[in-house]
């Protein structure tokens, strides 16, 4: 896999734009970082990312309370969302993506299938998707979804 050809397009924005982008993903495990990271000059946009896998590291690291996601269900675009919000907020960046998941081979413990992922940008334009691959092999899920976020990403910052 090239990490930096599935960021180039949103690296060469980002920089020509003078914008920065904080990450906070889960199932990608650091995917999306790594490939914003590939490409050389990424200290002119990257502010940082974190990798929240777990209640306790979404609370410590990312600083989610339970205020922030009440009434929000789990594993779905407006959670997402609501991360990326915060992690943006958190670095004071103009650009965030979130990642939350289920890359298998077991399902979550909310009940989703292995292959679920939802995606969001948040910044002067907020998308959010759904990926479902159908598939419980983890880490051809943990490519696709760290694709479908890079693709999110460039969407976004073309319609800025």
Excluded at 34 to 44: I, K, M, N
């Amino acid at each position: 896999m090239d990490l930096a050809a599935m960021t180039q397009e949103a690296a060469d924005l980002l920089k020509s734009r003078d914008e920065t982008i904080a990450v906070t993903e889960s199932s990608t495990g650091g995917l999306i970082s790594a490939a914003l990271l590939a490409v050389p000059g990424a200290s002119a946009y990257y502010k940082g990312g974190s990798v929240v896998y777990t209640l306790e590291s979404r609370k410590k690291i990312l600083g989610i309370t339970k205020a922030q996601v009440e009434g929000l269900e789990p594993l779905t675009e407006a959670i997402v969302s609501r991360f990326a919000e915060i992690a943006r907020a958190q670095l004071d960046t103009t650009w965030a993506v979130a990642e939350l998941g289920v890359a298998g081979p077991t399902g979550a413990r909310y009940g989703h299938p292995p292959g679920i992922s939802v995606i969001a940008v948040d910044g002067p334009v907020s998308l959010a998707t759904t990926v479902e691959t159908g598939s419980d092999n983890r880490e051809d899920n943990m490519w696709t979804f760290t694709r479908a976020a890079c693709e999110l990403l460039a969407e976004a910052i073309k319609k800025a």
